[in-house]
């Protein structure tokens, strides 16, 4: 994949306030699971990607 872009299936996918996405993993402990959970075009719902991680 192209340098930059994060993989919302497999990391965190939640806007940062300078812009882009957060990259860290699905387990990021930086943003609330509440927001991982509003991240758009994943998949699968949050929850279950992270019991498939």
């Given amino acids: 994949k192209p340098e930059g872009l ?3 299936e497999r990391q965190c ?3 940062l ?5 957060c ?3 699905l ?3 930086s943003h609330s699971t509440g ?3 509003t991240v758009a075009g994943r ?4 929850d279950i990607l ?3 991680y």
Avoid: N
């Fill in 23 to 25: 990259a860290r993993s």
């Fill in 35 to 37: 927001s991982k959970r």
């Fill in 50 to 52: 992270l019991a498939q």
């Fill in 43 to 46: 998949s699968h719902t949050y």
């Fill in 17 to 21: 306030p300078q812009g882009g996405l």
């Fill in 13 to 15: 996918g939640v806007p």
């Fill in 6 to 8: 994060v993989g919302i």
């Fill in 27 to 29: 387990t990021c402990k």
